[in-house]
């Protein structure tokens, strides 16, 4: 199910992503899941392919045993959210690596697909459609993430 969900959410975003300049790599994915039992469903087969990191009051973060190999590098860290109805436009968000992110940073304001977001541990360029979600964070997941597993 994961895999699917990967591979999908690639899919539907792979036209966006040719906009933006300085595409690196794949860093992380925010999965949503559409109810309370595909929630369920995922966090079981977490147990199988991957260890549980960390635990969040947004859901719990795993890290894969295999990486998934995408077109974007491999992906290794996966958050399953807990089901939240106001997140059902979307499947999941996957965070990128991009060379320079003082150019999207730009944008914010300009185009009203990018938005800034400033929390007090990190900050995001948020790149929002009706169908896509991509972000592109400081620090990165992974960095935060790798940091909690020691």
Not at 42 to 58: K, P
Request: net charge negative; aromatic share 12%; glycine share 2%.
């Amino acid at each position: 199910m994961l895999y699917e969900i990967v591979r999908k959410n690639l899919e539907r975003i792979d036209s966006d992503l040719k906009e933006i300049e300085g595409i690196k790599c794949i860093d992380f994915i925010d999965v949503f899941p559409t109810s309370v039992e595909h929630k369920m469903q995922l966090d079981l087969e977490m147990q199988n392919i991957s260890s549980l990191i960390l635990e969040t009051e947004r859901g719990n973060v795993y890290i894969l045993h295999e990486a998934i190999h995408t077109k974007f590098g491999e992906l290794k860290f996966v958050k399953i959210r807990f089901f939240d109805e106001t997140r059902l436009n979307w499947e999941a968000a996957i965070d990128f690596v991009v060379e320079d992110r003082n150019i999207l940073l730009n944008r914010v304001g300009k185009d009203s697909r990018y938005s800034y977001i400033q929390r007090p541990e990190w900050d995001a360029v948020e790149f929002k459609t009706s169908d896509t979600l991509i972000y592109f964070l400081h620090p990165l997941a992974s960095e935060v993430y790798s940091r909690d597993k020691k």
